[in-house]
């Protein structure tokens, strides 16, 4: 299995709702990110942990709150966010120290 | 500090030519370079990746890039485009692995 899966794929919150993104894998990675990607833009660091603890956060807003349950899961609560929140959320996973990240298929958020 | 840069960001080809990506990067240590694919509505796909073994690389669907230190380039090429190859291509560089940053990407139209 070399698949990150990322639920929902597209979601429409309002600026007073809390909502959460879900990605998991099961590759045994340790490592995992979630990035930013806004229309016609690269993806844009927001978060890094490495065994379940948060080491890199890049300056997010705390809107953002990222959650390592275990090492196979990794979650993004949305609350309070603005309009310009809108953009497709990857999340990727690798092995600490390796090389590559494996990118799942995202989430389109809208905020209205 | 590493960053990197992609030069044009839509390429226009004819179906059997030669494709020709360019990836510029900035690194105060020798780098770990890729290059990622994003087909619409969809995650990034690795394409390849050079991590100071053979500086001419081969990756999936026939594309190969070539790190050349003394250009800091790492231009991606596929001898005969193909209708699928249509998408948009990301150079990234990375010094320690935990952190991707990403071109601006360029987006790749093939034509019949």
């Known amino acids: 299995d070399t698949e990150v899966t990322q639920t929902p794929k597209h979601l429409v919150m309002g600026m007073t709702n809390k909502k959460s993104l879900k990605c998991e894998q099961h590759m045994g990675h340790r490592a995992m990110y979630w990035y930013k990607q806004k229309a016609k833009k690269p993806p844009e660091l927001m978060f890094v942990?490495?065994?379940?603890?948060?080491?890199i956060n890049e300056s997010v807003p705390s809107r953002f709150s990222p959650e390592c349950p275990n090492s196979s899961l990794l979650n993004l609560h949305l609350h309070a966010l603005q309009p310009e929140d809108s953009a497709l959320y990857l999340c990727a996973s690798s092995q600490v120290g390796e090389t590559e990240a494996f990118f799942g298929q995202g989430t389109r958020l809208t905020v209205v | 500090a590493q960053s990197v840069t992609q030069l044009g960001s839509h390429v226009s080809v004819s179906e059997g030519a030669l494709v020709l990506l360019r990836c510029n990067y900035s690194?105060?240590?020798?780098?770990?370079l890729f290059w990622y694919v994003q087909y619409p509505n969809q995650g990034l796909q690795l394409l390849l990746k050079?991590?100071?073994?053979?500086?001419l690389v081969k990756g999936i669907n026939g594309f190969e890039a070539e790190f050349k230190k003394s250009e800091t380039s790492f231009h991606l090429t596929k001898p005969s485009a193909h209708m699928s190859d249509a998408a948009e291509y990301f150079c990234a560089v990375s010094e320690n692995f935990n952190k991707f940053y990403f071109g601006s990407g360029t987006k790749l139209n093939v034509k019949p």
């Open positions: 942990y490495s065994y379940e603890k948060l080491s």
């Open positions: 050079y991590t100071s073994a053979a500086t």
């Open positions: 690194s105060s240590v020798p780098p770990y």
